[in-house]
């Protein structure tokens, strides 16, 4: 009967200890969860964090399983916000202007640290600054996105008189449209039109938007109904992503040859534009000296919110002051 007693009192034990025993991770408790993150217009070495991210399995091992969809942030903002997609990779301003439009919308997770557009003019337009571009023809892709953003800044910033320059619409034909002439100068992202100018053996002068004004750039954007109902899954969705872009800095050659399999047309006769693409993105990804992996400046959404204002962006105040939050990647540990 001792026995019995025993027996049956080490089954209550250790069905104690089951019940106390830790969660399983998400990774292994269940079937993946599907989520669907949106990325800028087309396919793109530039992308490389978020393949490294998939393909080393940082997204599986938050019990993710992910899929890119391409096209424009303005569309994909409006989907975040009605809850019908969950996140978006999207640049500041695009937040501020989508606040504007009564989107519900937060910034979770820096991932470019520096605004990557600027103006560029091959060297012998003889332009030094940006105010040489008054009395000549400006390329922009047309009068949206980051491009005409980061021209409006530089007006902001230096003081361009905008009424002496011509400003055309060529969509993305910036780094043809400087090198034949077609205009004297163009806005870009600095990894593209200047990069591929000068493989082609072309010398450029290149302004960056970052080196006249600080504005938010690229980064983890969701809804504010997500952040309330999941908050786990934006910190489970903010840890993989920023151990892709930290994994793609530390192993620069592997990363980009994980995203050549992600970009097949990136490779072949292109592989040695889209490696120079890729090594001009690093220091973009880079944290600035003394700040952390992820970590948005907030000071820079007061500058941006006015300086839409006052270049007439945005016809209305913008509250700045929830717009974007590092608390979710302080959760991820970063």
Not at 66 to 73: A, L, N, T
Not at 93 to 113: K, M, N
Not at 220 to 248: C, F, H, K
Request: charged share 20%.
């Amino acid at each position: 009967m001792k026995h019995v007693y025993r027996f049956t009192l080490l089954i209550l034990v250790l069905a104690l200890l089951a019940g106390c025993a830790p969660a399983t991770p998400p990774s292994s408790q269940s079937t993946p969860r599907h989520i669907v993150l949106a990325l800028g217009y087309i396919p793109s070495v530039q992308f490389a964090p978020f393949y490294v991210a998939q393909d080393k399995g940082f997204f599986a091992d938050e019990g993710l399983e992910v899929e890119f969809r391409h096209g424009f942030e303005t569309d994909f903002l409006k989907l975040v916000a009605a809850g019908e997609i969950p996140f978006v990779i999207a640049s500041g301003e695009e937040v501020i202007l989508g606040r504007a439009r009564g989107l519900p919308v937060t910034y979770v997770a820096q991932w470019y640290s520096r605004f990557p557009v600027g103006m560029f003019a091959l060297k012998d337009s003889g332009m030094t600054s940006p105010k040489d571009v008054e009395g000549k023809t400006l390329g922009v892709p047309g009068p949206f996105g980051a491009t005409y953003i980061g021209w409006k800044a530089i007006v902001y910033a230096t003081g361009i008189d905008e009424t002496k320059v011509k400003v055309e619409s060529i969509g993305f034909t910036q780094a043809a449209a400087v090198s034949e002439g077609k205009v004297d100068a163009a806005m870009d992202y600095i990894v593209n039109g200047p990069v591929r100018l000068r493989l082609a053996g072309k010398e450029v002068v290149v302004f960056p938007v970052a080196d006249y004004v600080d504005l938010p750039s690229n980064g983890l954007v969701t809804s504010e109904t997500l952040i309330q109902q999941d908050p786990d899954l934006v910190t489970r969705m903010t840890r993989a992503i920023l151990r892709g872009i930290q994994y793609t800095l530390d192993h620069p050659d592997e990363a980009f040859h994980i995203a050549l399999k992600h970009v097949p047309e990136a490779g072949g006769e292109q592989e040695k534009v889209s490696r120079a693409v890729f090594d001009a993105s690093l220091p973009l990804w880079t944290p600035k000296e003394g700040r952390k992996l992820g970590h948005t400046d907030l000071d820079t959404w007061e500058i941006a919110e006015r300086f839409l204002r006052e270049m007439d962006l945005l016809d209305t105040h913008v509250d700045v002051t929830n717009i974007a939050t590092n608390d979710f990647v302080k959760r991820a540990g970063f």
